[in-house]
């Protein structure tokens, strides 16, 4: 069965300071790769999505992920953190050609001006 | 562009009632989904739909029902509500691969008394 593991709950950092959000995922065969993110009071959207090619990719506002298939991981990266990165940020995977979307419990991210 | 338009924002329910979430995109997109938000569970499916006139089952459908009458319109029906059922609910479309990507309504927040 497939699914997504988001093991930082809460993230707390300081502007400026580095992210790393940590994303492995359980799925047999190829796979389509997404991070999301939930600013306050907002609906969620697309940051960035993987697919195929370059496993590095990169996304609004500055954020990246690494696609690393032999870990199973697609971790969100981000250089320097801003207060408005305040958020939760949702990893997601599905089959190529599959319908459903299947999301991970998601990491609130808290910075601090 | 109206986009995932999700009515009502917000709902209080008794135990027993029953009630239906509509939702609506503007946007041509084929595939629909209801999602539930609850606290240290991300996302979970509930249904989705990949086309008019087709429904499908997620990861947590019990409880509900759906509908999909037109491309437009996917509604979310809670028969007889339960406390178990309070959460945010979340309507999405996709569009169509290779550019796919999920677009959500605004949300539901949903109290079951």
């Known amino acids: 069965a497939q699914s997504v593991s988001q093991h930082n709950h809460h993230v707390i950092l300081s502007e400026a300071a580095s992210l790393e959000l940590g994303c492995n995922y359980s799925y047999g065969g190829t796979v389509n790769l997404f991070w999301y993110v939930q600013y306050p009071g907002q609906h969620l959207q697309l940051l960035l999505k993987y697919f195929s090619g370059d496993p590095l990719v990169k996304g609004i506002k500055g954020f990246e992920a690494e696609f690393i298939k032999s870990k199973f991981s697609f971790n969100l990266r981000k250089p320097s953190v801003q207060w408005s990165d305040t958020a939760e940020y949702f990893c997601a995977v599905k089959g190529p050609g599959a319908n459903n979307l299947f999301f991970g419990t998601g990491t609130r991210l808290t910075v601090i001006p | 562009n109206a986009g995932v338009t999700q009515t009502p924002k917000f709902q209080v329910l008794k135990t027993g009632q029953s009630m239906t979430l509509q939702c609506a995109q503007d946007m041509n997109h084929n595939s629909m989904y209801w999602y539930r938000q609850d606290p240290g569970m991300g996302l979970r499916l509930i249904y989705y739909s990949a086309s008019e006139g087709t429904t499908d089952k997620g990861e947590v459908p019990n409880g509900y029902n759906v509908s999909r009458l037109n491309k437009r319109e996917f509604s979310l029906r809670l028969e007889s509500a339960a406390p178990s059922q309070t959460s945010v609910y979340f309507c999405?479309?996709?569009?169509?691969?290779?550019?796919?990507?999920?677009?959500f309504g605004s949300g539901t927040q949903l109290s079951v008394l």
């Open positions: 999405a479309s996709r569009t169509r691969q290779p550019n796919e990507k999920l677009f």
